[in-house]
């Protein structure tokens, strides 16, 4: 009976441990194509020439300009302030690599507050509708610091109504990387799940022949 159990205790053992090795050795899982780097043109009022910004050259222009039109909801309000109201346009191109995705009309003097335009027609031909809504107060100033001729306003610089300049740092371009994280951990606890698994099977194994032996 002895040696019986010094088998079972020894396999139970062998089991576990190897799990743990293959828990312990396994790597992150296989991460997803990168996605090619964002990138804005912006054209406009002032502008001789399509300002040109991407993630690899000005990441944090890039990913703040984005800032002023990826909160807007799905519909939007059918029309906007009167035309002598709205100041100088600014149009943005939001891009993946080379190929354009979106596009907004900004107003950011426009009276009562900066203002956004969504076209109902879209590069990327998504299925959209057009509509006007209130921009962030920090849009001037965002536009300025990109490179956009705006005078330059003290109250978003400073914190004030609209809230400073946001700083982001670069590695927020790359979601790509916290996946693949996400994913190995979640396979190393899927394995550990499979270990404690294996340890009760075999452990209810050796009980169930115990018992069955000294019963027979």
Not at 146 to 160: K, Y
Not at 175 to 186: F, K, Q, S, V
Request: glycine share 12%.
């Amino acid at each position: 009976m002895v040696r019986r159990m010094r088998r079972l205790v020894a396999v139970l053992v062998g089991g576990l441990a190897a799990t743990l090795v293959a828990v312990a050795t396994a790597g992150p899982a296989t991460a997803a194509p990168k996605p090619p780097p964002a990138g804005v043109d912006i054209t406009g009022d002032g502008l001789a020439e399509p300002l040109r910004l991407r993630a690899e050259s000005h990441p944090q222009h890039v990913v703040a300009v984005i800032d002023q039109v990826n909160f807007l909801p799905g519909i939007g309000q059918k029309t906007g302030p009167k035309a002598g109201d709205l100041g100088p346009k600014y149009t943005i191109v939001v891009l993946a690599g080379d190929t354009p995705k979106q596009t907004f009309d900004l107003y950011p003097k426009a009276k009562g507050g900066p203002r956004v335009f969504r076209p109902a027609k879209q590069p990327d031909n998504r299925k959209t509708s057009a509509g006007w809504f209130l921009g962030r107060l920090s849009m001037s100033e965002t536009l300025r610091t990109a490179g956009v001729p705006l005078e330059r306003e003290f109250d978003t610089v400073s914190g004030g109504v609209g809230g400073g300049e946001r700083v982001i740092p670069e590695d927020a371009l790359d979601p790509a990387r916290d996946i693949d994280e996400a994913l190995g951990e979640m396979q190393r606890l899927l394995l550990l799940n499979g270990a404690v698994v294996l340890v009760i099977t075999l452990g209810l194994a050796g009980i169930a022949l115990l018992i069955r032996r000294r019963t027979s």
